[in-house]
């Protein structure tokens, strides 16, 4: 423990360079290869996150013993911003919040690890490392490694391009392989056609509204969870979402294949796929229940 404990010291920028680099080769890999538009509040990470790889690797390289207070006004100010927007994810303490009055709403989970695990919750993390490696620096009085007789490295390049290398390689990886996948892929028959449905009743009978609490329901979520890229009257959002208002996708499939489509979302090879970005999985609302979405499409057919 005590031998960690050095290490930690003597490395704590490097890891925290780590975390950076890290949270924004992750965050353009969510967006550029897996097609995942950024909210509102996601941008504002972006912001506070994309500097610190540039400035903790120059602190670094010119060995800058003030380098930790030049990171922290970034990093608490991310961790609150990234804990809010979790928090604005998982509970109803900002039922009322209007960060996302345009856009991707920010309650849109594109990801949910376990349960739990969100891309505001791994920009939470990220933030916290960076936050907490700072303070060890701080206390510690330096910004880069020693040597074990305890003196300065002269040139810390050698690590500083090593994590940057490292993590750089690991990630073109990733972009070039999802690439691939998805130009592989979108030759593929739509999963879709394939699906295995068992037909549920129309929730509309003759035209008529069987259940007007579950259309105010509807309206409700779909305000919510579908506004903010379909839009408040349905006529769809340029560069966001297709028009849902007589949309003949409703018309020609019935509820339970309406369903079945929202929960398993639509991948940007799918060639059904005409926005040219991902629909999330249960429209990025993994909490809503069956009962919640065929209220959300009672509404849409209205």
Same mark, same amino acid.
Request: include cysteine; hydrophobic fraction near 45%.
């Given at each position: 423990?005590?031998? @960690? +404990?050095?290490?930690?010291?003597?490395? &704590?920028? /490097?890891?925290? #360079? !780590?975390?950076?680099?890290?949270?924004?080769? *992750? $965050?353009?890999?969510?967006?550029?290869?897996?097609?995942?538009?950024?909210?509102?509040?996601?941008?504002?990470?972006?912001?506070?996150?994309?500097?610190?790889?540039?400035?903790?690797?120059?602190?670094?390289?010119?060995?800058?013993?003030?380098?930790?207070?030049?990171?922290?006004? @970034? +990093?608490?100010?991310?961790?609150?911003? &990234?804990? /809010?927007?979790? #928090? !604005?994810?998982?509970?109803?303490?900002?039922? *009322? $919040?209007?960060?996302?009055a345009q856009g991707v709403s920010c309650t849109t989970q594109w990801i949910n690890w376990f349960g739990f695990v969100t891309i505001p919750f791994l920009a939470f993390t990220a933030f916290l490392i960076i936050t907490l490696m700072s303070v060890i620096a701080l206390l510690n009085g330096e910004p880069a490694?020693?040597?074990?007789?305890?003196?300065?490295?002269?040139?810390?390049? !050698?690590?500083?391009?090593?994590?940057?290398?490292?993590?750089?390689?690991?990630?073109?990886?990733?972009?070039?392989?999802?690439?691939?996948?998805?130009?592989?892929?979108?030759?593929?028959?739509?999963?879709?056609?394939?699906?295995?449905?068992?037909?549920?009743?129309?929730?509309?009978?003759?035209?008529?509204?069987?259940?007007?609490?579950?259309?105010?329901?509807?309206?409700?979520?779909?305000?919510?969870?579908?506004?903010?890229?379909?839009?408040?009257?349905?006529?769809?959002?340029?560069?966001?979402?297709?028009?849902?208002?007589?949309?003949?996708?409703?018309?020609?499939?019935?509820?339970?294949?309406?369903?079945?489509?929202?929960?398993?979302?639509?991948?940007?090879?799918?060639?059904?796929?005409?926005?040219?970005?991902?629909?999330?999985?249960?429209?990025?609302?993994?909490?809503?229940?069956?009962?919640?979405?065929l209220a959300i499409i009672q509404y849409m057919r209205q």
């Amino acid at each position: 423990m005590e031998r @960690f +404990s050095l290490w930690l010291n003597r490395n &704590s920028m /490097y890891v925290a #360079l !780590l975390a950076a680099l890290i949270a924004t080769c *992750g $965050s353009l890999y969510f967006s550029e290869v897996r097609g995942y538009v950024p909210c509102v509040l996601c941008w504002y990470q972006r912001i506070l996150m994309y500097p610190l790889t540039g400035v903790i690797a120059v602190g670094l390289l010119r060995r800058d013993r003030n380098l930790p207070y030049y990171i922290l006004p @970034f +990093s608490i100010y991310g961790v609150g911003m &990234s804990g /809010y927007h979790y #928090l !604005l994810e998982k509970t109803d303490l900002f039922a *009322g $919040s209007a960060a996302c009055a345009q856009g991707v709403s920010c309650t849109t989970q594109w990801i949910n690890w376990f349960g739990f695990v969100t891309i505001p919750f791994l920009a939470f993390t990220a933030f916290l490392i960076i936050t907490l490696m700072s303070v060890i620096a701080l206390l510690n009085g330096e910004p880069a490694a020693e040597d074990e007789e305890g003196e300065r490295l002269r040139t810390p390049w !050698l690590q500083v391009s090593g994590v940057v290398v490292a993590v750089l390689a690991v990630f073109a990886a990733l972009f070039i392989s999802g690439s691939s996948g998805q130009a592989a892929a979108s030759a593929a028959p739509s999963p879709f056609a394939t699906m295995a449905v068992t037909p549920g009743p129309q929730i509309l009978i003759d035209g008529a509204v069987s259940d007007p609490a579950t259309l105010a329901r509807g309206e409700q979520l779909y305000l919510q969870s579908c506004a903010a890229c379909h839009g408040m009257d349905g006529l769809g959002v340029t560069n966001l979402g297709n028009q849902l208002r007589n949309s003949e996708f409703l018309a020609n499939n019935t509820d339970a294949e309406v369903l079945a489509v929202i929960r398993q979302g639509r991948e940007l090879n799918d060639p059904l796929n005409t926005t040219g970005l991902v629909m999330p999985p249960s429209g990025g609302r993994p909490d809503l229940s069956d009962a919640d979405i065929l209220a959300i499409i009672q509404y849409m057919r209205q």
